[in-house]
């Protein structure tokens, strides 16, 4: 009775009694992994001999251990087909549903969760990939090296930042409108509350699950209306704004159900507070303060800037025999600031920082330059030259006159660039301080009218300071030269380059807020000696009285 072993590779021998002997019908292949064949993944225990090649089923055996009682339901001859169907269809090394040169069966480890499959059930965008048509997929709509709104937004372009927080706001709106709150409507508590629109009681609103992750099922579903509501709205490129139709951008349905992972994860922070009695009451007292905040700082920094230019009014008086800009300097007419790149350009971030930090001297490689900040000082359009040129001599009197410790206060750097201003004075400047070109082509245009652009050049100037004459004269004599602004006749060529264009960019040195003053680098325009002669030399073109 006892069983007979074959004695070589490919001799399969009966293990048990009352099993007959079957002559093996396969050679068996040292390289084939019957561990991992469908029959041994369903519960088959195979035996294989020293050199991994298998032998011989175990049979299933009687509990009653009765003689004659072990059955074999499993054939040999079909195992081995199967195992050479297992191999011709992936069982070579390195392919799927074989063993592969490490040992392991990839098709296995995807199954089991290892590295080469396992993604914790995660549904993405790119679950609707296969089932997207063209005009989902927007094809033809965005170049070859188009960027994806997909992409982490801190690395995004600005046109592709632009159109991402577009998506985002869509996004925002129809999880509201689907979900039936509208404004600051508490989101629903209970999920699984039938609620219904009031004014259509056949639609019935949908229910996000924010106590489950965003991946939850019901949260899917929610999600894929919300993304098929947006895509009805923009599919048509009538609808679709610059944003949305810039070419270097790339976006589809399939980001549409990406982001609106995002607008779920926001908006469960709003039902989160929304629950959460203290941080409800918090939020309310953080946003009071917050907008306080924000309504003082854009004083403050105009006031600041403007204080620290009236500091050194006596000093610009010594030296411009009396004559006093005092009532010129006010907060509405400082420079405005940004951190960033504008909207609509092609830099990101980063590159924005880069230029900046090469014009002022700050080496984008070094140690300095990754905790450095920088603004970019812009220029006025509005402001004449010779607003423009008491301003530089104002912000350079008075970092001459800080001593080194004051200096060292100040750590942003402020870089002047020919990047304009959008914004106006909300005040009417004295007619000394307006540009008249400028003036004229925007007084009549609808979006300067919330300014009163009309209500300009009524106030006169302040004394020892006077504009040219009236602004239609002002216009003609400087329509073909000076920049635009009233200022030295035609023809007159010697007056000297406004502050932008007379290499203040790259320089180190004082805004009118005195930021981003460093010890190292030059003083803007060169000195006292050199601004005084910029202002000494036109101010009497401009009818300040001597």
Same mark, same amino acid.
């Given at each position: 009775?006892?069983?007979?072993?074959?004695?070589?590779?490919?001799?399969?021998?009966?293990?048990?009694?009352?099993?007959?002997?079957?002559?093996?019908?396969?050679?068996?292949?040292?390289?084939?992994?019957?561990?991992?064949?469908?029959?041994?993944?369903?519960?088959?225990?195979?035996? @294989?001999?020293?050199?991994?090649?298998?032998?011989?089923?175990?049979?299933?055996?009687?509990?009653? %251990?009765?003689?004659?009682?072990?059955?074999?339901?499993?054939?040999?001859?079909?195992?081995?087909?199967?195992?050479?169907?297992?191999?011709?269809?992936?069982?070579?090394?390195?392919?799927?549903?074989?063993?592969?040169?490490?040992?392991?069966?990839?098709?296995?480890?995807?199954?089991?969760?290892?590295?080469?499959?396992?993604?914790?059930?995660?549904? &993405?965008?790119?679950?609707?990939?296969?089932?997207?048509?063209?005009?989902?997929?927007?094809?033809?709509?965005?170049?070859?090296?188009?960027?994806?709104?997909? @992409?982490?937004?801190?690395?995004?372009?600005?046109?592709?930042?632009?159109?991402?927080?577009?998506?985002?706001?869509?996004?925002?709106?129809? !999880?509201?409108? @689907?979900?039936?709150?509208?404004?600051?409507?508490?989101?629903?508590?209970?999920?699984?509350? +039938?609620? *219904?629109?009031?004014?259509?009681?056949?639609?019935?609103?949908?229910?996000?699950? !924010?106590?489950?992750?965003?991946?939850?099922?019901?949260?899917?579903?929610?999600?894929?209306?919300?993304?098929?509501?947006?895509?009805?709205?923009?599919?048509?490129?009538?609808?679709?704004?610059?944003?949305?139709?810039?070419?270097?951008?790339?976006?589809?349905?399939?980001?549409? !159900?990406?982001?609106?992972?995002?607008?779920?994860?926001?908006? *469960?922070?709003?039902?989160?507070?929304?629950?959460?009695?203290?941080?409800?009451?918090? *939020?309310?007292?953080?946003?009071?303060?917050? /907008?306080?905040?924000?309504?003082?700082?854009?004083?403050?920094?105009?006031?600041?800037?403007?204080?620290?230019?009236? /500091?050194?009014?006596? +000093?610009?008086?010594?030296? %411009?025999?009396?004559?006093?800009?005092? +009532?010129?300097?006010?907060?509405? @007419?400082?420079?405005?600031? +940004? &951190?960033?790149?504008?909207?609509?350009?092609?830099?990101?971030?980063?590159?924005?920082?880069?230029?900046?930090?090469?014009?002022?001297?700050?080496?984008?490689?070094?140690?300095?330059?990754?905790?450095?900040?920088?603004?970019?000082?812009?220029?006025?359009?509005?402001?004449?030259?010779?607003?423009?040129?008491?301003?530089?001599?104002? /912000?350079?009197?008075?970092?001459?006159?800080?001593?080194? *410790?004051?200096?060292?206060?100040?750590?942003?750097?402020?870089?002047?660039?020919?990047?304009?201003?959008?914004?106006?004075?909300?005040?009417?400047?004295?007619?000394?301080?307006?540009?008249?070109?400028?003036?004229?082509?925007?007084?009549?245009?609808?979006?300067?009218?919330?300014?009163?652009?009309?209500?300009?050049?009524?106030?006169?100037?302040?004394?020892?300071?006077?504009?040219?004459?009236?602004?239609?004269?002002?216009?003609?004599?400087? &329509?073909?030269?000076?920049?635009?602004?009233?200022?030295?006749?035609?023809?007159?060529?010697?007056?000297?380059?406004?502050? &932008?264009?007379?290499?203040?960019?790259?320089?180190?040195?004082?805004?009118?807020?005195?930021?981003?003053?460093?010890?190292?680098?030059?003083?803007?325009?060169?000195?006292?000696?050199?601004?005084?002669? /910029?202002?000494?030399?036109?101010?009497?073109?401009?009818?300040?009285?001597?």
């Amino acid at each position: 009775d006892t069983p007979a072993l074959g004695a070589g590779p490919g001799s399969v021998a009966a293990l048990t009694t009352g099993m007959q002997h079957q002559p093996p019908t396969h050679e068996a292949d040292a390289s084939v992994d019957v561990t991992h064949t469908p029959q041994a993944e369903a519960g088959l225990d195979l035996h @294989l001999d020293a050199g991994g090649v298998a032998m011989c089923p175990i049979a299933a055996v009687d509990l009653n %251990h009765q003689p004659g009682g072990v059955i074999d339901t499993h054939p040999i001859g079909k195992r081995l087909d199967d195992i050479e169907a297992s191999r011709a269809t992936g069982g070579q090394e390195g392919q799927g549903g074989g063993r592969g040169k490490h040992g392991g069966s990839s098709t296995g480890r995807e199954v089991r969760g290892g590295r080469g499959g396992r993604r914790r059930g995660r549904l &993405s965008g790119a679950a609707l990939q296969g089932t997207m048509t063209g005009e989902e997929q927007r094809t033809g709509c965005y170049d070859a090296d188009a960027e994806d709104v997909t @992409l982490p937004a801190k690395k995004l372009k600005t046109p592709t930042r632009t159109a991402r927080n577009e998506l985002l706001q869509h996004l925002n709106g129809a !999880f509201k409108l @689907l979900c039936g709150v509208h404004g600051d409507e508490r989101w629903p508590t209970d999920p699984n509350e +039938e609620r *219904k629109n009031p004014r259509a009681p056949d639609e019935v609103y949908l229910n996000p699950v !924010f106590a489950s992750p965003v991946n939850d099922p019901r949260n899917i579903k929610v999600r894929r209306a919300v993304t098929d509501h947006v895509w009805s709205e923009l599919k048509t490129p009538g609808n679709l704004g610059e944003k949305l139709t810039n070419r270097a951008v790339k976006w589809n349905k399939e980001s549409l !159900f990406v982001l609106s992972k995002t607008t779920f994860t926001s908006l *469960k922070e709003v039902w989160q507070v929304q629950n959460d009695s203290g941080r409800e009451a918090a *939020k309310a007292r953080d946003d009071r303060e917050l /907008r306080r905040y924000q309504r003082r700082k854009a004083g403050l920094t105009s006031l600041q800037k403007a204080s620290r230019l009236l /500091r050194v009014i006596d +000093e610009y008086k010594e030296e %411009h025999d009396g004559n006093d800009p005092t +009532e010129m300097i006010i907060a509405d @007419l400082m420079s405005d600031e +940004e &951190s960033g790149p504008e909207e609509g350009s092609d830099k990101t971030l980063e590159e924005w920082k880069v230029m900046m930090a090469r014009g002022k001297g700050v080496n984008p490689r070094g140690d300095a330059f990754r905790t450095a900040t920088f603004h970019e000082v812009l220029r006025c359009p509005w402001r004449s030259e010779l607003l423009e040129t008491i301003l530089a001599w104002l /912000r350079a009197k008075w970092w001459e006159l800080l001593d080194v *410790k004051k200096r060292k206060r100040f750590t942003t750097h402020m870089v002047r660039t020919d990047r304009m201003t959008s914004q106006i004075p909300t005040e009417a400047p004295w007619d000394c301080c307006i540009n008249a070109e400028w003036h004229a082509e925007n007084v009549n245009q609808p979006e300067y009218e919330v300014y009163k652009l009309g209500d300009w050049y009524r106030y006169g100037d302040p004394p020892a300071f006077k504009a040219p004459g009236p602004p239609q004269e002002l216009a003609q004599t400087t &329509s073909s030269g000076g920049n635009g602004q009233p200022g030295p006749s035609r023809g007159d060529e010697s007056m000297e380059a406004r502050p &932008s264009e007379s290499g203040e960019v790259g320089q180190i040195g004082p805004s009118e807020g005195g930021e981003g003053a460093q010890q190292s680098g030059s003083v803007q325009g060169g000195g006292r000696e050199e601004l005084g002669s /910029r202002v000494d030399g036109p101010l009497g073109r401009w009818g300040i009285q001597q």
